[in-house]
């Protein structure tokens, strides 16, 4: 090394970050979480719709075709605000894992939305972490987050 050289900076995140088992349990609560509302909703409008009549019907058959269909945005949604709002979301916290920048600071807006979108409708690119050295997936390394152990 000579005089001049500079060292690596160190890591500004710790090193205990989130895994492929606690992260993908944590996806898997929360798509529980938002499939139970969705069934909750369409369960709800099928049961109005069947008291107000046949046009309500087609319009409840519709609707619920769009659920399905629109399911991973409201998902992605879904974990875009509580990033935003509590930094996890209710999967993550009981795994205690938590999403920030790779700075260490709390996730912005927009890093949320791009990171929820990403693993929503790309979910095969989180199994980058697997060999990324901070368990970074593609849409970590695209919204420039980490997801990392701790309160």
């Not at 309500?56 to 991973?72: C, D, H, K, Q, T």
């Not at 980058?128 to 919204?143: E, P």
Request: charged share 15%.
């Amino acid at each position: 090394m000579s005089a001049y050289a500079k060292p690596a900076p160190a890591d500004p995140l710790p090193a205990a970050y989130g895994g492929l088992v606690s992260r993908l349990l944590a996806y898997v609560v929360d798509a529980l979480i938002v499939s139970m509302l969705i069934g909750v909703a369409a369960a709800a409008l099928g049961l109005v719709a069947s008291v107000v009549g046949y046009e309500a019907r087609e319009l409840a058959r519709a609707v619920l075709s769009g659920y399905i269909v629109f399911l991973p945005s409201i998902l992605a949604l879904y974990c875009a605000l509580f990033w935003l709002l509590a930094g996890r979301t209710p999967g993550m916290a009981v795994l205690g894992l938590r999403v920030v920048t790779t700075e260490g600071r709390p996730v912005r807006w927009l890093a949320a939305l791009v990171r929820a979108l990403l693993l929503a409708y790309f979910p095969v690119g989180a199994l980058w972490l697997l060999v990324n050295r901070r368990h970074q997936g593609i849409h970590d390394l695209i919204a420039r987050t980490s997801v990392v152990r701790g309160p």
